[in-house]
């Protein structure tokens, strides 16, 4: 079973620019969530997606983040403009079921973005 | 308060020892606990799934809630270096304002040593 494969594996940028990061989830896995995580921090829920609708973005920075799960598939997460506060590493993980409560979470490795 | 405190460490012991790793919490609606284990560079893999208070084990590795306390444990037998890793714990809830949201703990790096 091929893992999350998520792109790109690094990102620089300065702040008050945009990035774009993509997730391909693990074939038929209905949820998929990404998260942030800081530097010495555990993962932090930016979102949940159930298919293509969202189910928990009680935590995303909706002035600067956004995301999109196109078809129920693939998922692409936007920061714009990005902030010093922003450096962190992204990661995108997908489950069977809808909850992380009683369907594993398979994470990928995850983008780190830095913001100079 | 955070939910979920966890000590960072960093934790080292030679190789053969037992490990002991472990989380406190302070919300009670929390009904669900896991343990992710964290390779540098890597995503968190699932190690321990437990519901309620009690033990789980499996293989090396021993799962321990107790709700009256909020306190969770993993212990682990016989380390090895391939142990060497961060380990996050992560705790849910079912709620109307949270889901069934993960909240994780800091994580604690540990080290093993040849």
């Known amino acids: 079973e091929a893992g999350v494969a998520q792109s790109p594996r690094y990102k620089i940028i300065e702040k008050r620019q945009s990035v774009a990061f993509w997730c391909n989830p693990i074939s038929g896995h209905a949820t998929l969530y990404w998260y942030q995580q800081i530097l010495g921090q555990g993962p932090k829920l930016l979102i949940q997606f159930q298919n293509n609708g969202v189910v928990d973005d009680s935590q995303l920075p909706k002035d600067r983040f956004s995301a999109e799960r196109l078809k129920g598939v693939d998922s692409t997460l936007k920061i714009q403009p990005a902030k010093l506060e922003d450096s962190a590493v992204y990661l995108c993980?997908?489950?069977?079921?809808?909850?992380?409560?009683?369907?594993?979470?398979?994470f990928g490795n995850g983008t780190r973005l830095t913001v100079t | 308060q955070k939910e979920v405190e966890q000590d960072p460490g960093p934790l080292s012991v030679p190789e053969g020892a037992i490990v002991s790793l472990n989380c406190t919490y302070s919300n009670s609606a929390f009904q669900y606990f896991m343990w992710y284990r964290q390779y540098s560079r890597k995503g968190p893999e699932l190690l321990m799934y437990?519901?309620?208070?009690g033990n789980k084990e499996d293989g090396r590795f021993t799962a321990q809630v107790d709700k009256s306390s909020k306190y969770i444990s993993l212990f682990i037998r016989d380390s090895q270096p391939s142990d060497s890793a961060t380990y996050l714990c992560?705790?849910?809830?079912?709620?109307?304002?949270?889901?069934?949201?993960?909240?994780f703990g800091e994580g604690t790096q540990l080290t093993v040593n040849p």
């Open positions: 437990t519901y309620s208070s």
């Open positions: 993980a997908s489950s069977l079921g809808q909850g992380a409560y009683n369907s594993p979470l398979h």
């Open positions: 992560a705790m849910s809830a079912l709620s109307v304002t949270s889901g069934s949201r993960l909240t």
